[in-house]
């Protein structure tokens, strides 16, 4: 293939954002080069938990890297307590982050995109014709960039420098066989950590545990994640090998686009900040800065501007929403936790979210609606657990 002396588009970073909005470029018949610093396949710290709404917003083909589905969720209490609730139908999917990441990027190849792995991008510098991409080892121009290298990359701070922006953080290990839990549920465990929740995944050969604290740092998070896997009756005392990562939760405020930069996935904090869940979001945000871009190549003026709004208006009410969730969850464990325990329906409408039936929004408007109804239950069995004693 002969390389262009400009390209329309150059994609930084090739997580499920930056190769579905390569997708979206490729098949729309321009020219798209996608850079990654890794070489493919490549680990990714990551739960791999893929809620099943990613069905309807980018087909069932990423189903060849599932390792496991839940329908039912067990969700326990300082290592202790312990209650499930079965749903209807699938609420989430599993998957290895190396074999996911490399089906999303043979897709946007396949549909034409010029792919480079092991080539980390330096520097963007924009002008009003082009954006020029350093790398190691070469020069680029294109005319947009679709910034998607993650939390830590070189595309956020070019739009954003050093403006302040929020960060959980997360702690993960894959567990082989043997260790993981009999059942194929997920487990998530309330207060593992301050503010936050840990989690065991079901995988093909194992399970992934991790813990996630979405209200400040941590100063031991290693210390934490030990005391939850302890706490984690199946995983028979292993010694787990935890890595960690920044998850950077949706920050308000961010430029997320300039004339020829946009942002999407975890460059552009597209995070919800209840349940850490980025995949979905970076799907959702590579696509739409795929198709902006796309609709702006032509253009005598070209401008994302209307993809900043865009996120504003189609993510950031979810996030809003789902930040007062964390607001009460992690605000209030014990009463959070008992309230579910109590209201089976109420964790209901948190899985139609998983399930794409409903948004955040609408579940913290049922919640408002229903607040008379639910606290009370969940105060009579606090106050009954403290009396038993
Ligand atoms: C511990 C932990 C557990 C998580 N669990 C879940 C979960 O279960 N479900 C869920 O939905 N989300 C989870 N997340 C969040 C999820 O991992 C991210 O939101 C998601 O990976 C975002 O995708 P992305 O494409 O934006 O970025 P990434 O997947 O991070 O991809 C960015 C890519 O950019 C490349 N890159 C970086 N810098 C450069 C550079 N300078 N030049 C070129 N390339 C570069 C990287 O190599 C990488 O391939 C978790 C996060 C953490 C930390």
Redesign the pocket.
């Known amino acids: 293939m002969s390389t262009p002396s400009i390209y329309d588009v150059i994609v930084?970073?090739?997580?499920?954002?930056?190769s579905s909005a390569a997708y979206e470029i490729a098949r729309a018949g321009r020219s798209v080069l996608g850079?990654?610093?890794?070489r493919f396949p490549?680990y990714?710290?990551?739960?791999?938990?893929?809620s099943a709404r990613l069905d309807a917003l980018a087909g069932r083909e990423y189903h060849a890297t599932v390792e496991a589905a839940i329908t039912g969720i067990t969700f326990r209490y300082e290592g202790r307590e312990a209650f499930t609730i079965e749903g209807r139908t699938p609420l989430a999917y599993f998957v290895m982050r190396d074999r996911f990441?490399a089906f999303w990027a043979d897709r946007a190849a396949e549909a034409g995109a010029r792919l480079c792995d092991a080539e980390?991008?330096l520097a963007l510098d924009e002008t009003d014709e082009h954006v020029t991409v350093t790398t190691a080892s070469a020069t680029y121009r294109a005319r947009f960039v679709v910034g998607?290298?993650?939390?830590l990359?070189?595309a956020t701070r070019s739009l954003n420098g050093s403006r302040a922006r929020r960060r959980a953080y997360?702690?993960?290990a894959e567990v082989p066989v043997g260790g993981c839990p009999p059942e194929r549920r997920a487990i998530l465990e309330m207060w593992a950590v301050p503010g936050g929740y840990g989690w065991t995944f079901p995988k093909a050969r194992g399970c992934s545990v991790?813990i996630?604290g979405f209200r400040g740092a941590d100063p031991r998070p290693k210390a934490r994640f030990a005391r939850f896997a302890s706490l984690q009756p199946a995983l028979c005392d292993q010694r787990l090998d935890a890595v960690g990562?920044?998850?950077p939760v949706y920050t308000p405020g961010l430029s997320l686009a300039s004339a020829r930069i946009g942002l999407a996935?975890?460059?552009g904090h597209l995070?919800d900040p209840f349940f850490?869940?980025?995949?979905?979001y970076?799907v959702w945000s590579g696509q739409s800065l795929g198709r902006a871009v796309v609709g702006q190549l032509d253009a005598e003026r070209p401008d994302l501007a209307a993809y900043q709004r865009w996120v504003e208006g189609a993510l950031y009410p979810e996030f809003e929403a789902a930040e007062r969730l964390a607001a009460l969850a992690y605000g209030y464990p014990r009463l959070w936790y008992e309230s579910m325990r109590a209201h089976p329906d109420v964790v209901d409408w948190f899985y139609g979210v998983l399930r794409g039936e409903i948004g955040y929004r609408d579940l913290w408007g049922r919640l408002k609606r229903h607040a008379v109804r639910l606290a009370p239950a969940a105060l009579a069995r606090r106050a009954a657990a403290i009396f038993a004693r």
């Open positions: 930084v970073g090739l997580g499920p954002a930056g850079l990654d610093r890794a490549r990714k710290v990551c739960g791999g938990g893929v990441d980390a991008v998607t290298d993650g939390a990359g070189v997360g702690l993960e991790g996630a990562y920044p998850i996935g975890d460059a995070v850490g869940e980025g995949i979905y970076a």
